[in-house]
């Protein structure tokens, strides 16, 4: 006979594990107990000593689906004789360091039972067992109990209650478990707030059928609901919601339906149907029917599946709806009861409500697959707040982010945890939610941490309130960051060569930096190379206007003359463009650049594709499908001789804008640019390789994001034999950011 004392760490808390614990228990007839504590799952298992190692092999290899084991410690403790294996309540430790699971999509059993008329819980939207459902977003603190969660508020009835009790019931301690008797329930209000009598979700169905735009409460916060098919719906939500152009995210009924509106890979449907749920980008066919709001200028699309009860109910198979983030454009999702009348009132025409509380909001998340490999873009539902590992251990690290696309990290151990998408920090909503969620990641991991890591710029918030805390600092460049992010990733703990391409980061000399080619580690980089400095004319405005940096290349090739080019850059200047190309070319309100997004920008605003924009990136996303499916050439560029090496594309410009006065196709010169800027990027990492003999490359910076550059790069460097990585865990763009500069605070603390 022996007694092992087992503590188990991970997600392990709201995912079925102790039930599984107690029955696994059962099976081998052992005696002892189970419970959560506030760093996992405690187990005291005995019984003779061949059961018990059984038993022990099967708590690794037969784990609930949703349960992520990290690390296991066994201990041989005293015998106690017991005569059963129990469930025992939940003990509560001064150290938390208990894992939180992401919320997951409802699963194959919940939804049989809901369109099961015969059951009891027939088209109930809040449907969930250990297997499914909110838990990220209902968690106010571990242990992981019903009295820790947003439920607390509903005690079960007798009949869920005795499913909760039961060992051989799939709801035994599920925290979420409700019904139609004792659980939160839906109602549909007009814009005004005022309740309707109504089986809500079917009204609902209705009234977006009948072209009406519908906010919808979902697991973690609103979104803003009408039928894709209808141009009138669609387009009302645009000037509604205040979003001119960017794509608007599209849910459909079915796996099926995605596939008549596009293309779908093997790996892009198992991202679909993943208990993640995520917006997975995918190329439109042409025979779409969707309308032509939904997504002008771009033949790429984020679709998702339902994830939660309710949509399962509003959506049927052949339904495909946007379903947008229930916000303003720039602002914070809605997840508030009381926000949600008063700042989505004016665009929604009824509210689809129900009573059980959000506590943390989460953005839908946001994926693709390119080359077979997954490329997350925004991080955020069913990912966060699960934990990256990293290969070495780290002190308790605060790593704040960026301004845009914000996350936050914080590190324990050997774990990284960082945050869901919080947005742009320049939006005060989402600045006071972005501190308020650092607060309650501190409280819910119990993080105190005794660092903080921030970007080098001045003005960003998110650096300016980590400089105001009372502990150590480490400003981090904006470029090293991004490919420490990958290095940590990957566990590389050497010197590669990072190419950093992005739209703006601050740089080491004061300018604006985004076009970087470093030989980096977490420690340290050194630059080697970057895209020669622009003027951005009119400052922070030429990023919005991208035909300012396009005039101003133009008058630098041509002076004032190019106004009177056949071309429509030059039809469309605004007025007063004299002065202000002037003015850059005396430094004058023209701060300098290296940005490689700004290339795009200048290269779409070259062939007449993108004027101004109206979202992050637009240039380069309307660029990028110009040249789809186009063979391009390479153009000319010049690279200095010696190092650092300066990237030169005004020879690139010069021979677009004469092809475009040549009549030449846009597409073509579209697919060229793309070539160009492949074909540099592969010439100046081989000219750094054979400089330092290193053979590792690594990619990150929004810019990345750009799947036919991307392509091309690692394609052509991997025919070199050259190792190229990216990420995969975090967002290349600045989403990532955060985890970057965790990992070089924490490799600069190993290395002191």
């Known amino acids: 006979m022996q007694r092992l004392a087992i503590h188990i760490n991970g997600i392990v808390q709201g995912v079925g594990f102790r039930p599984f614990v ?31 190692s059984r038993f022990l092999e099967e708590l690794s290899f037969s784990a609930p689906p949703l349960a992520v084991i990290e690390e296991m410690t066994v201990n041989l403790v005293n015998l106690r004789g017991d005569t059963e294996f129990i469930i025992r309540y939940s003990r509560e430790e001064m150290q938390k360091t208990a894992w939180v699971s992401p919320d997951v999509a409802t699963c194959s059993e919940c939804l049989g039972e809901m369109t099961d008329p015969a059951d009891r819980r027939y088209r109930y939207g809040f449907i969930n067992c250990t297997n499914c459902g909110p838990r990220y977003s209902i968690i106010k603190d571990v242990p992981y109990d019903r009295a820790a969660t947003t439920m607390n508020t509903f005690p079960m009835c007798s009949s869920c209650q005795a499913e909760y009790d039961n060992p051989g019931n799939r709801r035994f301690h599920a925290q979420p478990n409700a019904c139609p008797e004792c659980g939160p329930a839906f109602r549909l209000l007009t814009s005004e707030g005022t309740p ?117 109910l509003l959506l049927e198979e052949q339904d495909v709806w946007v379903m947008t983030s229930g916000n303003i454009s720039d602002e914070p999702i809605v997840y508030k009861d009381q926000d949600a009348i008063k700042l989505l009132g004016r665009i929604a025409d009824y509210f689809l409500v129900h009573n059980r509380e959000i506590f943390q909001q989460s953005d839908d998340s946001v994926v693709r ?70 607060e309650h990641y501190k409280k819910l991991f119990s993080i105190e941490p005794t660092l903080v890591a921030y970007d080098w710029h001045p003005e960003y918030l998110a650096s300016k309130y980590a400089l105001s805390l009372p502990i150590s600092h480490l400003g981090v460049q904006h470029h090293h960051a991004h490919i420490a992010s990958v290095l940590a990733e990957h566990s590389i703990d050497e010197k590669v060569i ?36 622009l003027p951005l004319p009119g400052g922070a405005k030429a990023i919005k206007e991208p035909w300012r940096i396009a005039a101003w290349v133009l008058y630098n ?77 390479v153009l000319p560029y010049d690279i200095s001789q010696a190092s650092p090496y300066i990237l030169d594309f005004m020879p690139t410009f010069a021979a677009m804008i004469e092809a475009v006065r040549k009549g030449r196709s846009v597409e073509l010169l ?20 054979e400089d330092t003999g290193i053979q590792k490359v690594v990619l990150s910076g929004g810019v990345w994001q750009n799947i036919t550059i991307l392509e091309k790069v690692v394609g052509i460097l991997q025919q070199d034999s050259i190792s190229v990585y990216t990420n995969e865990l975090v967002p290349p763009n600045d989403g990532g950011l955060a985890f970057g500069q965790a990992a070089v605070a924490g490799a600069c603390i190993r290395k002191r």
């Open 22 to 52: 107690y029955n696994l228990a059962q099976h081998y007839q052992l005696t002892g107990w189970v419970l959560n504590n506030s760093q996992g799952v405690e187990i005291e298992a005995e019984g003779d000593s061949p059961t018990v």
């Open 557 to 633: 090739l041509y002076g004032q003359e190019f106004a009177a080019f056949d071309i429509k850059l030059s039809r469309n200047l605004s007025p007063g463009w004299e002065l202000m190309v002037q003015a850059a070319a005396k430094g004058i309100n023209a701060p300098l650049t290296s940005s490689a997004g700004r290339l795009f920008d200048i290269a779409a605003g070259i062939l007449g594709i993108c004027h101004t924009i109206h979202y992050e990136g637009q240039g380069a996303i309307e660029l990028e499908r110009a040249g789809y499916k186009q063979y391009g050439q």
């Open 196 to 312: 309707i009598a109504c089986d809500a979700p079917r009204k609902t169905r209705q009234l977006i059928a009948a072209g009406n735009i519908v906010a919808i409460k979902g697991i973690g916060g609103y979104h803003l609901a009408c039928d894709a098919r209808q141009e009138q719906a669609v387009s009302q939500l645009r000037t509604r919601k205040i979003r001119e152009e960017k794509p608007f995210a599209l849910m459909c009924g079915s796996i099926e339906r995605i596939r008549q509106i596009c293309d779908v890979s093997k790996e892009e449907e198992l991202l679909l149907t993943s208990s993640a749920r995520p917006i997975v980008l995918l190329t439109k066919k042409s025979d779409s029917d969707l309308a032509q709001s939904v997504a002008p200028g771009t033949d790429v699309l984020g679709m998702m599946l339902p994830y939660a009860p309710i949509h399962w």
């Open 498 to 533: 990072g190419v950093a391409f992005d739209g703006t980061g601050y740089g080491c000399d004061g300018t604006l930096w985004g076009g970087e080619f470093l030989i980096a580690d977490c420690t340290e980089f050194v630059r080697l190379g970057h895209c020669k400095y």
């Open 670 to 689: 579209a697919a060229c640019f793309h070539e160009t800027i492949a074909d540099a990027v592969v010439t100046m990492v081989r000219k750094i390789k």
């Open 369 to 438: 697959i390119t080359g077979n490999k997954r490329q997350i873009l925004r991080r955020s539902r069913g990912f966060a707040p699960q934990p990256i590992k990293i290969s070495q251990e780290m002190p308790s690290i605060l790593a704040v982010g960026g301004e845009a696309k914000n996350t936050f990290c914080l590190t324990r151990g050997s774990f990284a945890f960082m945050s869901s998408h919080m947005g742009d920090l320049e939006n005060m909503a989402t600045y006071e939610a972005y501190l308020a969620a650092i």
